[in-house]
T-cell receptor, first 109, second 116 residues
Framework: EDKVVQSPLSLVVHEGDTVTLNCSYEVTNFRSLLWYKQEKKAPTFLFMLTSSGIEKKSGRLSSILDKKELFSILNITATQTGDSAIYLCAVGDGNQFYFGTGTSLTVIP | GAVVSQHPSWVICKSGTSVKIECRSLDFQATTMFWYRQFPKQSLMLMATSNEGSKATYEQGVEKDKFLINHASLTLSTLTVTSAHPEDSSFYIC????????????FGQGTRLTVV
């Protein structure tokens, strides 16, 4: 059975801290791994990763994929209260996307 | 990124009535649309995969006759919750993917359904 597991389930940090969110997967016919940020409504797209070892970066956020060990990490540096959200990891196999349970991040001022 | 519009964003209905939710891809053609349900503080649960011009593929445990999905065109899919009950109250989100396989899925704004 295909699955995506995220850890930790929840995280509380202070502003300025750096956090690392983890996503491991077991998906047959892996095509891509995606990270989303979900605040009050629908998820917003952050990154799509298809190749191992190539870091994707957007401001304070970065992500990398390891296809050999079947995981990805999402890093957020110098966290701000606006980073508080649920971060979802999804893996696509060409037909559908399998979502992890998400990591709930709370950034305290 | 591509835009997916979902309507309505929230709806309240009485038990026993039906509710239709629309999902439109505004600036691209989506051969595949996905319908998810999300419970509070939980991740997205895939309900069904909708392919244009064919019957939707439902996930195990999702009632086909209760959650009717229609994908009549490359830009529109609808989810109809029939004979709604309070336990159907949830957040429903659609996403659409462009024709090329290895692309991200774009999400609609979601619909908060409350059945009273």
């Amino acid at each position: 059975e295909d699955k995506v597991v995220q850890s930790p389930l929840s995280l509380v940090v202070h502003e300025g801290d750096t956090v690392t969110l983890n996503c491991s997967y077991e998906v047959t016919n892996f095509r891509s791994l995606l990270w989303y940020k979900q605040e009050k409504k629908a998820p917003t797209f952050l990154f799509m990763l298809t190749s191992s070892g190539i870091e994707k970066k957007s401001g304070r956020l970065s992500s990398i994929l390891d296809k050999k060990e079947l995981f990805s990490i999402l890093n957020i540096t110098a966290t701000q209260t606006g980073d508080s959200a649920i971060y979802l990891c999804a893996v696509g196999d060409g037909n559908q996307f399998y979502f992890g349970t998400g990591t709930s991040l709370t950034v305290i001022p | 990124g591509a835009v997916v519009s979902q309507h309505p964003s929230w709806v309240i209905c009485k038990s026993g009535t039906s509710v239709k939710i629309e999902c439109r891809s505004l600036d691209f053609q989506a051969t595949t649309m996905f319908w998810y349900r999300q419970f509070p503080k939980q991740s997205l649960m895939l309900m069904a995969t909708s392919n244009e011009g064919s019957k939707a593929t439902y996930e195990q445990g999702v009632e086909k006759d209760k959650f009717l999905i229609n994908h009549a065109s490359l830009t529109l899919s609808t989810l109809t919750v029939t004979s709604a009950h309070p336990e159907d109250s949830s957040f429903y989100i659609c996403s659409a993917r462009v024709v090329v396989v290895n692309t991200e899925a774009f999400f609609g704004q979601g619909t908060r359904l409350t059945v009273v």
